[in-house]
């Protein structure tokens, strides 16, 4: 069993910045693969990074140069550094973590979630 639980969220400003941190327990932080996923309303939650327990990273296109997944195995955490923020970055973004440690995309794969923290960038 893993738990999960997001932080960091808010209001800013296009062209501001925030982090994002997941705090993780329950189970073995460092064998697990962490992602990033976002959900704006009335759209599919889709993936936005991820980082493998060796720390190879993947982005999504239209974040890739302006966010940076991180992981500190000591403190059970993944972050999410997201900075030249724009409106369309807008939506409830998510942790996941995948226990078989590959490096995916794919949203079913990963089989812990955590609440989701609400991001919000105005123009």
């Known amino acids: 069993q893993v738990q999960l639980v997001e932080s960091g969220g808010g209001l800013v400003q296009a062209g501001g910045s925030l982090r994002l941190s997941c705090a993780a327990s329950?189970?073995?932080?460092?064998?697990?693969?962490m992602g990033w996923f976002r959900q704006a309303p009335g759209k599919e939650r889709d993936f936005v990074a991820t980082?493998?327990?060796?720390?190879?990273?993947y982005y999504a296109g239209s974040v890739k140069g302006r966010f940076t997944i991180s992981r500190d195995t000591g403190k059970n955490t993944v972050y999410l550094q997201m900075n030249s923020l724009k409106p369309e970055d807008t939506a409830v973004y998510y942790c996941?973590?995948?226990?078989?440690?590959?490096?995916?995309?794919?949203?079913?794969?990963?089989?812990?979630w955590g609440q989701g923290t609400q991001v919000t960038v105005s123009s």
């Open positions: 996941a973590a995948a226990l078989g440690g590959s490096l995916t995309t794919i949203r079913s794969v990963y089989e812990y």
């Open positions: 329950g189970r073995p932080f460092s064998t697990s693969a």
């Open positions: 980082i493998t327990p060796s720390s190879s990273t």
